[in-house]
């Protein structure tokens, strides 16, 4: 039960300092998710920020399918120079994963809390069994 507590607490200051480093990420995400945010490409003079935008022009027939794909591959390659790599941002990776680590030590947090619970509320009925038992102890003693 003593290794419950340390590990409790252990746990309970990595979860505090997962969310200071989140905090620090999320911050370094927020701007570069706002340079990658930025990039366009020029399509018939109208800047495209998105492939959307892009696919719009298509279907307006002002540019064929091939254009539009050229243009959907310059913006990717644009995005990737800007940081972004498979529609993520490094920071906004580390975000992710540091989001399911936090997940994960809550969780254990919470199993240990409960567990805890448990054993209290189980001592607490073995200490009234036998408080009880022995009350039934004591008075058929005195009936002698």
């Given at each position: 039960m003593?290794?419950?507590?340390?590990?409790?607490?252990?746990?309970?200051?990595?979860?505090?300092?997962?969310?200071k480093?989140?905090?620090k990420y999320?911050?370094?995400?927020?701007k570069?998710?706002?340079?990658?945010?930025?990039i366009?490409?020029?399509?018939?003079?109208?800047?495209?920020y998105?492939?959307?935008?892009i696919?719009d022009w298509?279907?307006?027939?002002?540019i064929?399918?091939?254009?539009?794909?050229e243009?959907?591959?310059?913006?990717?390659?644009?995005?990737?120079?800007?940081?972004?790599k498979?529609?993520?941002t490094?920071?906004?990776r580390?975000?992710?994963?540091?989001d399911?680590?936090?997940?994960?030590?809550c969780?254990?947090?919470?199993?240990?809390?409960i567990?805890k619970?448990?054993e209290?509320?189980k001592k607490?009925?073995?200490?009234?069994?036998?408080?009880?038992?022995?009350?039934?102890?004591?008075?058929?003693?005195t009936k002698?």
């Amino acid at each position: 039960m003593e290794t419950d507590i340390q590990n409790l607490l252990a746990l309970q200051t990595l979860k505090s300092e997962c969310e200071k480093l989140k905090d620090k990420y999320s911050k370094k995400a927020a701007k570069e998710r706002e340079k990658v945010n930025d990039i366009y490409v020029t399509v018939c003079g109208e800047k495209c920020y998105t492939e959307q935008e892009i696919n719009d022009w298509y279907a307006g027939d002002y540019i064929t399918c091939k254009q539009s794909d050229e243009y959907i591959e310059k913006l990717n390659k644009k995005r990737e120079k800007a940081g972004q790599k498979n529609f993520l941002t490094d920071s906004e990776r580390v975000c992710r994963i540091l989001d399911n680590t936090l997940n994960n030590i809550c969780q254990e947090i919470y199993d240990i809390k409960i567990a805890k619970e448990r054993e209290d509320k189980k001592k607490e009925m073995w200490e009234q069994i036998y408080k009880n038992a022995e009350t039934i102890y004591k008075n058929t003693r005195t009936k002698e």
